[in-house]
DNA sequence: ATGGTAGCCTCGCTA
């Protein structure tokens, strides 16, 4: 038997990754993806600690911003092809896509994407406007990628609530921007255009969380959601061998709010 | 009904 080759891809909002460093190198080293994606690394380009990832072995393409937002793609083989920021933005000055061609091996090709959509609290106002306008931007986006016809992996934060099995209490989230009904269709709409959700499609058991608020002891009482997701265009999902959540790093010391969520293709 | 926490690099904003 020769063993299949396969290459391993991660997302984590790691609520700033200089603030995160030792934590998020620490995952790394114990998990050693092909592949990670992070959103609010909440620097710039400038400041981001590129050595100390280039150390453990990546490559690393930054898009980044002050303060908020900002999103990087790290590879262990040198990335190509890269796109900062979604197509018609004009005016928007947030950082919240980024987007590479990866090598795998014996010649494939992988697109992978770090998103960060606006969480978009509270409905009603111009900031949940952005993030239904946002979405849209990201669906056009999608499908001019899916012409392709390749495999492609889309990784981050979406700040979107699918179903009810994904809280702990859909009563609590009912006024949230994460769980309007037009977030829950906007999503549903990027799904619907032949993209497989890479966690759901390996677990199918309801209550498995990707973030717990700092605040209220949500960890403890296990008051999570799952709002981080892999995105899996038809040629990728044809590949999928494995999906995970990373639970145990929230009970790490100065956790994210977040955990990083996996999944391996053969490639 | 409110406040609870974390990160930014400030005493307020975003999540």
């Known amino acids: 038997m020769t063993s299949g080759a396969s290459v391993k891809i991660a997302t984590w909002n790691v609520n700033s990754v200089k603030a995160r460093l030792d934590t998020v190198r620490t995952w790394l080293s114990e998990t050693a993806p092909d592949v990670a994606c992070f959103q609010e690394i909440k620097c710039t380009d400038e400041t981001f600690p590129t050595e100390a990832f280039e ?10 911003q ?138 199918a058991e309801p209550h498995r969380y990707t973030f717990w608020d700092y605040q209220a002891g949500a960890w403890v009482k296990d008051h999570g959601i799952r709002i981080d997701h892999i995105l899996l265009s038809s040629q990728a999902a044809d590949r999928l061998i494995r999906a995970s959540i990373e639970r145990r790093v929230r009970g790490w010391e100065k956790p994210s709010d977040h955990v990083p969520v996996l999944c391996e293709l053969a490639i």
Not at 108 to 129: E, H, K, Q, W
Not at 132 to 143: C, D
């Open 55 to 64: 150390s453990l072995g990546y490559n690393a393409l930054v898009h980044g």
């Open 66 to 203: 002050k303060s908020y937002n900002g999103v990087a793609i790290l590879s262990k083989r040198p990335p190509e092809h890269v796109v900062n920021g979604l197509p018609e933005g004009d005016g928007d000055d947030h950082a919240r896509y980024i987007e590479a061609l990866v090598p795998g091996e014996n010649g494939g090709l992988v697109r992978v994407a770090s998103i960060y959509a606006p969480n978009g609290n509270p409905p009603g106002t111009d900031r949940f406007a952005y993030k239904l306008a946002w979405l849209e931007r990201l669906n056009r986006h999608i499908r001019r990628l899916l012409t392709l016809e390749e495999p492609l992996v889309l990784c981050g934060d979406y700040n979107v609530i699918p179903s009810p099995d994904d809280c702990h209490n859909p009563k609590a989230w009912e006024g949230d921007a994460l769980f309007q009904p037009e977030t829950r269709a906007a999503f549903r709409r990027i799904c619907n255009l032949g993209l497989t959700d890479a966690f759901r499609a390996c677990h």
